[in-house]
DNA sequence: GTGATTGCAAAGCGTTTGCACCGTA
DNA sequence: TACGGTGCAAACGCTTTGCAATCAC
């Protein structure tokens, strides 16, 4: 449960950065330097906010682009926010979660009863009073699976398609 | 795993909104209909398109009501689609997951070691390939707990500081 | 009849793009 | 020096709002 400090983690983001062959500029910096510090979830504009206060002439657009590089590389993650998703689907009656085909788009429900132990246990380690949850499995469906599979096929027999491919 | 079929969710749905007083307007039935009987995930947008087919003088912005006034009755959900959530935290090393506090908006990391099990379920019950998880846990902090329980005895204590509220 | 609901048009907001300039490696 | 990175302004797309007309009850 214990999270990096600030230091650690602008030290490793920093060297990820160099590694990879990005540059650490100023605006760069100043951006990473929030987002290591930060407890808690940011927007972009409140990013910039702060991030602005080190240094003025960063743009709000550079903020997106370093978002955007850092998610990339891993070094941070976007947080669930019920109201931007913007996809819907059917409740079906009983508290039940999704399962989500990358391929055909298709949903399908499973329920979640053996999620109850570990939230459990997250509240009792953490003193969190866990009032609601988000769980989402996104993979292939067995149709899809067969579909790739057979496509895959056709690419060992045919290695030229590639390129007829747009 | 089985889904109900897109008239029995109508029924339902129907009978849900007249309970309340909603009244069933061509409109409104447009759009629940094209929801009961989709298998996947649908922007408004797509809705609009689709119900347009059977409604032409339908308007979008009905279509974000309706979707609205479903999502307050739980009668839909909206899907988790990582590209349209806004918010940023670091990374932590290892695959973890959040757990948000909906009062402070910090974030603590868990692991989620416990949901292998229920993947793995999922996975040989149904035939998908699952490929990645979402799980992200979203309640009280300790010390939110704490604040919000002396604030309550406030207000046993002085309940006219209700209306003082704005 | 009447109040909820609708649809249009316009405003609003967050995000992306084009492009000339700048600064890191 | 070269090219990755930046910031401005404008474009863009989704969502919300104001308001008069409409329709379900």
Redesign the interface.
């Known amino acids: 449960?214990a999270?990096?400090s600030a230091e650690e983690?602008l030290a490793?983001w920093t060297t990820a950065l160099q590694q990879r062959g990005y540059r650490l500029t100023v605006a760069r910096r100043a951006v990473l330097e929030v987002?290591?510090s930060?407890?808690?979830?940011?927007?972009?504009t409140q990013?910039f906010d702060v991030a602005r206060k080190r240094y003025a002439r960063l743009g709000l657009v550079t903020v997106y682009r370093t978002?955007e590089t850092?998610?990339t590389l891993?070094?941070?993650?976007?947080?669930?926010?019920?109201a931007?998703?913007?996809?819907?689907?059917?409740?079906?009656?009983g508290h039940q979660h999704?399962?989500?085909?990358?391929r055909?788009?298709?949903?399908?429900?499973?329920s979640?009863d053996?999620?109850e132990?570990?939230?459990h246990?997250?509240?009792s380690?953490?003193?969190?009073?866990?009032?609601?949850?988000?769980?989402?499995?996104?993979?292939?469906?067995?149709e899809c699976?067969r579909a790739e599979e057979e496509s895959d096929e056709e690419r060992k027999r045919a290695p030229l398609s590639y390129s007829q491919q747009k």
Chains 1, 2 share one sequence.
């Open positions: 449960m999270a990096s983690r490793r987002l290591a930060s407890d808690r979830a940011l927007e972009a990013i978002l850092m998610l891993g070094l941070v993650q976007r947080v669930h926010c019920d931007q998703c913007a996809t819907y689907v059917a409740t079906e009656p999704l399962l989500v085909c990358r055909c788009g298709r949903v399908w429900y499973f979640g053996d999620l132990d570990l939230m246990t997250v509240a380690e953490s003193g969190f009073a866990v009032e609601d949850h988000w769980l989402q499995l996104v993979g292939l469906c067995a699976r």
